[in-house]
């Protein structure tokens, strides 16, 4: 099974919302208006990332707390860095 265009535009709107990616989420919605993907159903894709993203965010939030209530953040990862796979980025 593959995705037609229009799903594949309508999840993108709702990763780039959900990523904080202000130049993906133009362009999809660009992209979308193009191949005739209606407002309302670009608005829900939005809409959509949106609630993805203060789950997200949410849960973060409760992590950070917790961590907050901890006498320490634990041990750290052989080799230093936060064990995330980003290298040194972070």
Same mark, same amino acid.
């Given at each position: 099974?593959?995705?037609?265009?229009?799903?594949?535009?309508? !999840?993108?709107i709702g990763v780039s919302v959900?990523?904080?990616?202000?130049?993906?989420?133009?362009? @999809?919605?660009?992209?979308? $208006? +193009?191949?005739?993907?209606?407002?309302q159903e670009i608005q829900e894709? !939005?809409?959509?990332?949106?609630?993805?993203?203060?789950?997200?965010?949410?849960?973060?939030?409760? @992590?950070?707390?917790?961590? $907050? +209530?901890?006498?320490?953040?634990?041990?750290?990862?052989?080799?230093?860095?936060?064990?995330?796979?980003?290298?040194?980025?972070?």
């Amino acid at each position: 099974m593959s995705l037609d265009n229009r799903m594949t535009e309508l !999840i993108a709107i709702g990763v780039s919302v959900g990523a904080n990616c202000q130049p993906c989420l133009e362009y @999809h919605v660009a992209k979308a $208006r +193009e191949i005739g993907i209606s407002e309302q159903e670009i608005q829900e894709a !939005i809409h959509v990332g949106q609630t993805v993203r203060k789950g997200a965010a949410y849960k973060m939030d409760q @992590h950070i707390m917790a961590l $907050r +209530e901890k006498p320490s953040a634990g041990p750290q990862p052989a080799g230093g860095g936060c064990a995330c796979g980003c290298g040194d980025s972070c």
